[in-house]
């Protein structure tokens, strides 16, 4: 190896180990202050790096928001929920998207929830990072609604487009936390719930199993 590709791999690496601690400062301070705006200066001060550094390495407040929302879908496995609605049954995709999204809902649950209630506070950054962790989830809807319509599993009184709706509702973080906090119930016990709505709500003869 040359010295030249050495340094641009340490170099890189360090970029790396830049961007890691400044996406972790910021999870930590969005945990701690909540009801706060975030302040890139104390993400800055806690990651230990420069003020300037934070808007060299995301370009803006909402940038850094929407790496946040990125990397969230990485660390909490994002992709079980693209396997799931990829599933041979529209009826297993929708069972098992739900389950999948249940556990990446409650294992960041505290920093989802401050992203959502953020949006007052300061619209502009935090749109960013809904449009990424939002990203695809209509589209999917509206895909999984038509399948469950061409396999004949969709109700008869229900068209593709309200089941499109329903599965939007059902499969909001939302949704999700009213039962996993607002009413207290586990993780597998929230997706147990909102698997049985999407089972009475959409299936042709109610929940078949």
């Known amino acids: 190896m040359t010295?030249?590709?050495?340094?641009?791999?340490?170099?890189?690496?360090?970029?790396?180990?830049?961007?890691?601690?400044?996406?972790?400062?910021?999870?930590?301070?969005?945990?701690?202050?909540?009801?706060?705006?975030?302040?890139?200066?104390?993400?800055?001060?806690?990651?230990?790096?420069?003020?300037?550094?934070?808007?060299?390495?995301?370009?803006?407040?909402?940038?850094?928001?929407?790496?946040?929302?990125?990397?969230?879908?990485?660390?909490?496995?994002?992709?079980?929920?693209?396997?799931?609605?990829?599933?041979?049954?529209?009826?297993?995709?929708?069972?098992?998207s739900l389950r999948a999204a249940a556990g990446v809902y409650a294992s960041e649950r505290d920093v989802s929830r401050t992203i959502y209630s953020m949006w007052s506070l300061e619209p502009e950054a935090v749109r960013r990072a809904f449009e990424v962790v939002e990203r695809g989830r209509a589209e999917g809807e509206s895909w999984l609604a038509r399948r469950l319509a061409e396999e004949g599993h969709l109700h008869s009184d229900v068209t593709v487009e309200e089941a499109t709706d329903m599965l939007w509702v059902i499969t909001s973080f939302e949704t999700f936390d009213q039962l996993y906090t607002g009413r207290g119930l586990s993780e597998e016990q929230t997706a147990a719930r909102l698997v049985m709505m999407a089972e009475r709500a959409l299936w042709a003869g109610g929940a078949v199993r």
């Open 3 to 96: 010295t030249r590709r050495y340094t641009q791999q340490a170099r890189a690496a360090a970029a790396d180990e830049t961007r890691r601690r400044i996406l972790d400062a910021m999870r930590d301070r969005l945990r701690a202050a909540p009801s706060e705006a975030l302040s890139i200066e104390r993400v800055a001060q806690e990651a230990g790096v420069a003020r300037s550094t934070v808007y060299l390495v995301f370009g803006s407040k909402a940038g850094l928001f929407e790496a946040l929302g990125q990397d969230l879908l990485e660390r909490t496995g994002f992709q079980r929920i693209v396997d799931a609605v990829a599933l041979p049954d529209a009826r297993d995709a929708v069972r098992e």
